[in-house]
């Protein structure tokens, strides 16, 4: 399905809670013959026995770049497809305690991501024990990353639908900006 790529591309799927991100992203890497990096701060916060804290914040941030270093060395080219990324850390430190580590806005600017796939809050919310931002607020969260991305001039683009016209329209966004499959 890949078309001799000479490069590896990052692709970001992300969005508030409840949007559908880990399918989208299983279900791009699947077409896409592209390593999949799942999401880390849900696992991470199930497996905590504490409500999470900053220090529980800076060590999901830490994990996620040390996850994109370590699958970007080990791919030359092909997609490398991450179920949310840091950006989704730095709007959750700025939200929940007012401020951002620096050195996570210095990693971001510094980052290759190819595009950012935003996922829309048109899936209803379902709420489980991890999930604190449904209603209003994934409105708000959604505007709140698009802007992030924006800030730091990434490429995004909004995808909405359900089942497969969602990966279908994912599909279509990557064609868009010249992402070949």
């Known amino acids: 399905m890949i078309q001799n790529l000479n490069t590896l591309r990052r692709i970001v799927v992300t969005g508030p809670e409840s949007t559908g991100k880990t399918e989208l992203a299983k279900a791009l890497s ?3 013959n592209g390593n999949w990096i799942p999401e880390y701060a849900r696992e991470y916060v199930e497996n905590l026995h504490h ?4 220090g529980d914040v800076v ?13 970007s060395a080990g791919i030359g080219n092909g997609f490398l497809i991450f179920d949310t990324w840091l950006i989704i850390t730095k709007v959750w430190f700025d939200q929940v305690y007012g401020h951002s580590p620096g050195w996570i806005t210095d990693y971001i600017r510094s980052s290759e991501i ?11 919310w379902l709420a489980d024990p991890v ?21 730091f001039g990434f490429e995004y683009e909004i995808i909405g639908g359900f089942g497969n016209e969602r990966v279908e329209n994912a599909l279509a966004a990557l064609y868009k900006h010249g992402l070949k499959l």
Do not use: S, W
């Open 30 to 32: 699947e077409r896409l």
């Open 131 to 151: 999930r604190e931002n449904g209603g209003e607020m994934r409105d708000r969260l959604l505007k709140i990353y698009c802007q992030e991305i924006e800030n």
């Open 51 to 54: 409500p999470y804290d900053y």
């Open 114 to 124: 190819d595009l950012f796939l935003v996922c829309d809050t048109d899936l209803p």
């Open 59 to 71: 060590r999901i941030a830490q994990h996620q770049i040390h996850q994109e270093q370590e699958a």
